[in-house]
């Protein structure tokens, strides 16, 4: 149950991130309520993950998670590069959290 945690976690960072660059953009109520929402349910479900998994592994998936899927949201939704390096270099990230959850 804590790995699906902190995979919520993470994809709830991801929400946060996507929910800062809104508010960048429309600046309203909606978008920093949304924003709070996304970061509270994120350290919310970080910290049960934490109840049982070891600290530096849940913090490293949970930052994984959350820095490779918001260079992927901004990718498909803000027009960033898709340059192959960029992907190269997420992939490795990922790769990374993968490694920490077999070796956990």
């Known amino acids: 149950m804590a790995w699906i945690s902190l995979v919520f976690a993470g994809s ?46 849940a913090y490293a998936i949970w930052t994984g998670i959350g820095a490779s899927g918001g260079a992927i949201l901004g990718m498909i939704l803000y027009g960033e590069s898709k340059d192959w390096k960029r992907i190269v270099f997420i992939c490795m990230v990922l790769s990374a959290a993968v490694g920490l959850k077999l070796v956990s």
């Open 12 to 57: 709830f960072e991801m929400f946060g991130v996507a929910m800062i660059n809104k508010l960048h953009h429309d600046r309203n109520w909606k978008s920093l309520a949304l924003l709070i929402f996304g970061f509270s349910a994120s350290f919310i479900l970080l910290s049960y993950a934490m109840e049982t998994l070891p600290m530096g592994t």
